[in-house]
């Protein structure tokens, strides 16, 4: 049963750039969240993508974006990038509770992205 | 304010011995409260997950962890440590329906021989 799958791995771009990260969630989930970790911290929420619409955001500027297709996989996209955009970029896939549950996350092994 | 605290940054403890990671969150509703770990490089794993029930709960590789209410923490346990646990060990905390799970700071471990 393969598990949640991110791609790239890693990323080199340069200020001002746009990048595109991608992620395919785990086998019979449907809902994906996007977080960012930088070295050293806790991931932070960027936003959660069900039923193809964003449903959830954190406090993250417009130049982060997403996507989600009727498959379930899902985009990150982040334009006019910025050093402090280096960090580790996880995406985490759930089964959607329904306002009852929360079956925690799958996380795939994020992409590393740096900015120079 | 939604919020996770774990108070210690890194721990070391030594192969075979105890440990307790410890946890407090402040939450407006009722949480479900998770740990997960996560080794050099690689996603996080979740390790067990709280909602209601027994305040004990067991989860993977060994690990427990206790909810006590009326601390408002949810601190992990293992009975003893072996040298594969080394890793950076997160409290989260989220609402029923899956929706934004806040995660602490993390709490590195290290196992000494």
Redesign the interface.
């Known amino acids: 049963d393969a598990g ?1 799958t991110q791609s790239p791995t890693h990323l080199i771009k340069t200020r001002g750039q746009q990048v595109t990260l991608r992620c395919s969630p785990k086998s019979g989930h449907d ?1 994906v ?1 996007w ?1 960012q970790q930088a070295l050293g ?5 960027i936003f ?1 993508y069900y039923e193809e619409e964003e ?2 955001r ?1 406090n993250f500027p417009d130049r982060f974006s997403g996507h989600q297709f009727p498959n379930y996989s899902s985009e990150l996209n982040v334009n006019a990038l910025l050093l402090g955009d280096s960090a580790l970029y ?1 995406c ?1 896939s ?17 992409t ?1 992205l740096t900015v120079v | 304010a939604q919020s ?1 605290t774990q108070p210690d940054i890194h721990i070391t403890v030594s192969e075979g011995a105890s440990l307790e990671l410890r946890c407090n969150y402040s939450y407006g509703a009722t949480p ?1 409260l ?1 740990w ?1 770990v996560q080794s050099p ?6 390790l067990l ?1 709280y ?1 209601s029930g027994d305040t004990l709960v067991q989860g993977i590789k060994g690990f427990e962890a206790e909810f006590k209410r009326s601390q408002s923490s949810f601190n992990l346990r293992k009975p003893s440590v072996h040298w594969s646990d080394a890793a950076e060990y ?1 409290c989260a905390v ?13 709490t590195r471990l290290f196992v000494k021989a």
């Not at chain 1, 911290?41 to 929420?45: A, E, N, T």
């Not at chain 1, 759930?94 to 994020?110: H, I, V």
């Not at chain 2, 490089?41 to 979740?46: A, D, H, P, S, V």
């Not at chain 2, 989220?94 to 993390?106: D, N, R, V």
């Open positions: 949640v809902t969240s977080y911290q806790g991931p932070q929420f959660q449903r959830q954190g996880l985490a759930s089964l959607d509770g329904s306002g009852r549950r929360n079956y925690g996350y799958t996380f795939g092994s994020g590393r | 996770v479900y998770f997960y490089g690689q996603g996080l794993q979740l997950k909602f997160f989220g609402p029923p329906g899956g929706f934004k799970t806040i995660f602490g700071a993390g």
